[in-house]
């Protein structure tokens, strides 16, 4: 009697398993540096909105590049930033209580995240995206 059998073989099983590992083993470092350079970008677009509307901020008030921005005149509603923006790594806010004066450009609130550190705004980023 002979079986039709159509089972798959040990063999057959640690192929497939070796190829996953393979493919994954390429993949998740992929992954990872896709993932804190959208950080990174995410970062960039919230430092530049909070310097746009710092700049806004004194134009309106009439106030010299000097002057020091508090958070509550930029964040909440009818302002210039509807909510207090937070780094997309971390989650920390941009800035409690001070943004700092106009002229100076912001900084991410924890930049040794995603490879930052040593750089000021933007991530190292010189110019307006």
Request: a positive charge.
């Amino acid at each position: 009697m002979a079986t039709n059998s159509r089972a798959f073989t040990l063999v057959d099983v640690l192929i497939a398993l070796i190829v996953l590992g393979i493919l994954l083993s390429i993949a998740i470092p992929n992954y990872v540096g896709i993932r804190r350079h959208a950080h990174a970008r995410g970062c960039i677009a919230n430092l530049v909105q909070i310097q746009a509307a710092k700049e806004q901020w004194a134009l309106d008030k009439g106030r010299p590049a000097t002057a020091h921005v508090p958070a509550d005149a930029l964040f909440g509603r009818a302002r210039y930033l509807p909510r207090m923006l937070r780094c997309p790594s971390t989650g920390a806010p941009y800035g409690d209580n001070e943004i700092g004066p106009v002229a100076k450009s912001p900084v991410c609130p924890n930049p040794t995240v995603d490879g930052a550190a040593g750089t000021d705004l933007y991530h190292g980023y010189r110019g307006r995206p």
